[in-house]
């Protein structure tokens, strides 16, 4: 739990990877897919979202149980592993957990875009990041946008989201805004220098370039499938290897050989499932699904080849990530009537 000293790898790869020996199994999806949201939250009782449920379940039921129990155990899950991690490691983990705070930054502004209730808007807060819990108050209960950008100047996302505010009155959407937010993220994550190849820096940084070129992949083809004449800039985020952002405003422009540069490069292995996924579907919905699932693999890949490195437990992250993101999903399916069929497309299954 210290920035100083030694980073202890050995110890918290050994942690995580048997924390990831409990996550949920692709069969407990399954079961899952045919639950009401009260039987959902029965069987979340029976795993490590146990504490959560019990604590909660005087306040809440049904799909508001399910919400705050995954939320406070996910950041109580995050909470462990800085707790356990110890020099340039912890530093790592602390960095890449700023996640959560882009998270509750976009959840803020989705919410007063939409004039839900600050009640509302906490439902999906997590408490994962730098952000103390007195200043997620204070965000949430800003009157309108323009007081969250306000709240935000001083913090990462303050230089990125005062430009940002001009085109969002201008649009009316908060796509400039959300942008603003990751560019915010993903720019002050990866270091600067990273020393020799298979240095703790260097593996971090190959961590972060896949995940930045993935998200740079979704917004490319986005674009391309849309074919909306925007500034393509606003959508790029420094960083990743795949193209930059000149080559990325060319690609666009031309969607097949958008996709055969992502085919011929080094994610080309993991991402072919994905892209012939894309050439045939009639939405974007099926690509992204794959293109989550190939990051997750291309992260197991990454923590399989250095295993005494942080990659094993960004990999971790990202999976604990899926696991709340798809018994969401079915819960929120469920709760809305969905059928069996329409929920598992919104699921990452590997």
Sequence with gaps: MSASGTANYEYVVARVRHRRASLFSDDDYRKLLRMGTGEIARFMEESVYEDAVNALGSRHSGVDLIEYALNETLARTFDDLLRWSEGRLYEQVARYLRKFDAWNVKTVLRGRYSDATNEEISTDLIDA?????????????????????DLLDGTMFGPYLEPAFADYEATGTLVPLENAVDRAYYENLVPQTVGDSDSPQALYAEFLHAEIDFRNARNALRLARSGADVDVGEYFIEGGTLFSRSEMNQLVGNRSELVTRIRESRYGDELSGALDE??????LIGFEHALDRALLEYSDHLSYVYPLSVCPVLAYVLAKEREVDNIR?????????LSEDEIQEELVIL
């Design 329 to 337: 999903a079915i819960a929120r399916g469920r709760e809305a009537g």
């Design 278 to 283: 894309l050439e045939t579907a009639e939405s």
């Design 129 to 149: 990041g730098e952000f103390d819990e007195a200043f997620l108050d204070r965000l949430v209960a800003a009157e309108n946008i323009e007081a969250v950008v």
